[in-house]
C-alpha cells in the first residue's frame, strides 16, 4: 500500500463528505478538517504505512478508531464547553516532538531529560488534546496551576506491573493502555518503591506512550535483553518516545547508551 491509497482507504473508512481533505504528498502528511466543526488534526502517513505492513488491517482499525474519537472529543467540548477539573494528566513524549500545534500555538510544557519532554492533556474519556497556551482561558487556569494539577493526577493513577524474567534479570510492566503509562515516569514514590525491590541496576524506559519498563538489571546479558526490548516497543509503539533507557537511582534519571559486549554507558562517558 502507498501513501496515496491509505488516503483513500480513509477516506472510504471515515467519510470523505464529512472532511476536507488536505493531502501533502510531499511531506506524506495528511490534513483532515471537520467540516461541522471547522477544527481539524493532522496524520503523518509514513508511520502508519510501517504499521500497516505489520499489522494490517488492525492498523486500519486503530487509526481510524483513534481519528473518530478525536473528533467526537472535540463536539464534547464545542456543545458542553471545557471541564477541567481532575481530568488534566502530564504525557511524555520525545524532545523532538513539535512543540507548537500547526496554527502555531504553543503547547504548556515542562523539561524532563534531554529524551523526554512533559507536555499536559485534557482528558477527554477514550482520548485526550494536548493544552495549549490558547486553551488556558477555557481552562481558567495558568500554566503553573495546569503543571501542579498534572501532577496530582499522575500520583493516583494505579500501578499495578507484571513481571518477567529474562536471563536471570526481573523486569516489571506497567501496561494499563490508559494512554498515561509513560507518564508514570512522573511517579516518584512509584519509582521509590519500586527501587526497594530492586536487587541490582534499576532502569526505566518509556519506549511508548501506553507502557514503562521497570528493569532489575543483575548480570550484562541483562542490558542486552534491555535494549532489544526497548527497540521493539520503541518500533510497534502508536506514539513512540524514546528507545534509549534510564539509570534510576536516588531520584535521579541518566540515559544510557548500551553498546556492544553488553556494556552500559552513561551519557558523559559516551560524550
Do not use: C
Not at 68 to 90: H, K, L, N, Q, V
Amino acid at each position: 500500500m502507498n501513501a496515496s491509497q491509505l488516503v483513500n482507504l480513509l477516506k472510504e473508512r471515515l467519510g470523505a463528505d464529512r472532511f476536507e481533505w488536505e493531502f501533502d504528498r510531499q511531506n506524506n502528511r495528511l490534513r483532515m478538517t471537520n467540516k461541522a466543526l471547522g477544527k481539524g488534526m493532522e496524520l503523518s502517513l509514513p508511520p502508519l504505512l510501517a504499521k500497516y505492513e505489520q499489522k494490517k488491517e488492525k492498523a486500519i482499525d486503530e487509526a481510524v478508531y483513534t481519528i473518530d474519537e478525536t473528533f467526537s472529543a472535540m463536539e464534547r467540548e464545542a456543545s458542553e464547553g471545557f471541564d477541567a477539573a481532575g481530568r488534566i494528566y502530564p504525557v511524555i513524549r520525545s524532545t523532538s516532538f513539535p512543540v507548537e500545534s500547526r496554527d502555531g500555538r504553543r503547547f504548556v510544557t515542562s523539561d524532563h531529560t534531554a529524551e523526554t519532554r512533559i507536555f499536559y492533556a485534557l482528558d477527554l474519556g477514550k482520548t485526550y488534546r494536548l493544552i495549549d497556551e490558547a486553551m488556558l482561558g477555557d481552562l481558567g487556569m495558568g500554566e503553573q496551576q495546569v503543571r501542579e494539577s498534572a501532577r496530582f493526577r499522575v500520583r493516583q493513577l494505579p500501578t499495578g506491573v507484571k513481571k518477567d524474567e529474562v536471563a536471570g534479570n526481573v523486569f516489571y510492566f506497567v501496561n494499563n493502555n490508559d494512554g498515561y503509562d509513560a507518564s508514570r515516569i512522573l511517579n516518584d514514590k512509584f519509582l521509590q518503591d519500586m527501587q526497594e525491590k530492586i536487587e541490582g541496576d534499576m532502569t526505566v524506559s518509556v519506549p511508548h506512550q501506553d507502557v514503562l519498563i521497570i528493569g532489575d538489571i543483575r548480570n550484562e546479558t541483562g542490558y542486552d535483553v534491555l535494549a532489544q526490548m526497548t527497540m521493539h516497543y520503541f518500533t510497534v509503539g502508536t506514539v513512540p518516545v524514546t528507545s534509549l533507557s534510564f539509570i534510576y537511582d536516588n531520584g535521579e534519571l541518566e540515559p544510557i547508551f548500551i553498546l556492544a559486549k553488553n556494556r552500559p554507558v552513561g551519557k558523559e562517558e559516551k560524550e
